[in-house]
């Protein structure tokens, strides 16, 4: 199921950021999440805004979330999970690294 974030991206302690040139990172879901099962489910293509947690196939980087900055081809190694609403794209571009922020459902 993928959800809509309203009020996406505060900047509250959340999660750190870690910024590349295609998507944001959250290391801390990695270690939180790592004995959790993510079963590989149908992806879709990536594009900005999107929401997607590294699935079981995807080694080390299971349980990992990522927000996409800019579109990409499909990852079956990521299950789109939601998406920042489109009025609140623009917030993407104030995360910086090693920053915080906080998706609200």
């Known amino acids: 199921m993928r959800h809509q974030l309203s009020k996406s991206l505060c ?3 959340y999660t750190f950021a870690v910024v590349i040139s295609a ?3 959250s290391v801390q879901w990695r270690s939180k999440y790592a004995n959790e099962d993510f079963a590989v489910r149908k992806s879709i293509p990536q ?3 999107a929401v997607f947690i ?3 196939s995807f080694g080390k ?3 990992e979330l990522q927000v996409i900055l800019r579109e990409m081809p499909l990852d079956e190694r990521k299950n789109a999970v939601a998406d920042v609403v489109k009025e ?3 917030l993407l ?4 690294p090693w920053g915080t922020f906080r998706l609200i459902k």
Not at 93 to 96: A, R
């Open 11 to 13: 900047w509250m302690n």
């Open 23 to 25: 998507s944001i990172w």
């Open 47 to 49: 594009r900005k805004g």
């Open 54 to 56: 590294g699935n079981d």
């Open 61 to 63: 980087y299971k349980g």
């Open 88 to 90: 609140e794209l623009f």
């Open 93 to 96: 571009d104030y995360i910086k």
